[in-house]
T-cell receptor, first 113, second 113 residues
């Protein structure tokens, strides 16, 4: 069965600092991996996805993530945090095309001035 | 514009009063699903549908019903709501052709008193 863990339910960084949000997954087959962002009172918006092409995936708003099979990880990074990045971030995994998405518990990112 | 539309956005109801939350997508997606989001638990799948007239239970189906009579619509029905169903609900759709991500509605915040 698939599962996703996200280390740290709440992460705080200063504006301009590196953002690192951690995601580890378990899957019996090579997975498809996703990062979503949720702003207050809104639905989930796709940041980026890994679909077995390049292991370093670039997404919107300057975010990127690297798939590391040996570590079963898909950590999300951004070199310089902006106030507008404050939101909740969810990592998700799917073993099948467009089906059965399993989400992690989420990490709330706060950006301090 | 490609979108998933949920209604209503906010709903307060009383215990035992049947309600329906509607969900419609305009992307001709085969796969649709309902999630509930609770603090610290991320998104948990309630029901999903692979296509018209094909539905199945997710991780937390108790107290919910769904139907898929048309490809674009996937309503969530609470026959007898209880306070433990107070939550934020999301409908999502995705294509089972290719490496599709899930597209989410804006969410329905339900309060059962």
């Amino acid at each position: 069965a698939q599962s996703v863990t996200q280390l740290g339910s709440h992460v705080s960084v200063s504006e301009g600092a590196l953002v690192l949000l951690r995601c580890n997954y378990s899957s019996s087959v090579p997975p498809y991996l996703f990062w979503y962002v949720q702003y207050p009172n809104q639905g989930l918006q796709l940041l980026l996805k890994y679909t077995s092409a390049a292991t370093l995936v670039k997404g919107i708003n300057g975010f990127e993530a690297e798939f590391k099979k040996s570590e079963t990880s898909f950590h999300l990074t951004k070199p310089s945090a902006h106030m507008s990045d404050a939101a909740e971030y969810f990592c998700a995994v799917s073993e099948n095309y467009g089906q059965n998405f399993v989400f992690g518990p989420g990490t709330r990112l706060s950006v301090l001035p | 514009e490609a979108q998933v539309t949920q209604n209503p956005r906010y709903l307060i109801t009383v215990t035992g009063k049947k309600l329906t939350v509607t969900c419609s997508q305009n992307m001709n997606h085969e796969y649709m699903s309902w999630y509930r989001q609770d603090p610290g638990l991320g998104l948990r799948q309630i029901y999903y549908s692979m296509n018209v007239e094909v539905t199945d239970k997710g991780d937390v189906p108790e107290g919910y019903k769904v139907s898929r009579k048309e490809k674009r619509n996937f309503p969530l029905i609470l026959e007898s709501p209880s306070p433990n169903q107070t939550s934020l609900y999301f409908c999502a759709s995705s294509s089972t052709v290719g490496r599709s991500e899930a597209f989410f509605g804006q969410g329905t915040r339900l309060t059962v008193v």
